[in-house]
Nanobody, 124 residues
């Protein structure tokens, strides 16, 4: 079992930045690929970014490519999502997820454990 706790959400103006963190506990963090997903009101949960268990491979949704950066620190059992040039359409609850195995995935069904989410609101 892996427990995931997200933090770092908040309210910022368009063009601003936020850094989300996801702290993991319970199992060896480096055994898991990690992902970030988001869900806006009235919409389905969507893939944002993912990283392999070594951190050597990263993947992004087209909508965030060039603006968001996913990274991880296996010594701190933490994965990060640096979000720059934020837009109102980035407003959503952001979820951290862990997937057993080395390879990251883009589908929510690939992931085994989920955090409770953190709200990100971008004002125009």
């Amino acid at each position: 079992q892996v427990q995931l706790v997200e933090s770092g959400g908040g309210l910022v103006q368009a063009g601003g930045s936020l850094r989300l963190s996801c702290a993991a506990s319970g199992r060896t963090f480096s055994n898991y690929a990690m992902g970030w997903f988001r869900q806006a009101p009235g919409k389905e949960r969507e893939f944002v970014a993912a990283i392999s268990w070594s951190g050597g491979s990263t993947y992004y949704a087209d909508s965030v490519k060039g603006r968001f950066t996913i990274s991880r620190d296996n010594a701190k059992n933490t994965v990060y999502l640096q979000m720059n040039s934020l837009k109102p359409e980035d407003t959503a609850v952001y979820y951290c997820a862990a997937k057993i195995g080395p390879l990251a995935g883009r589908s929510a069904t690939d992931y085994n454990y989920w955090g409770q989410g953190t709200q990100v609101t971008i004002s125009s």
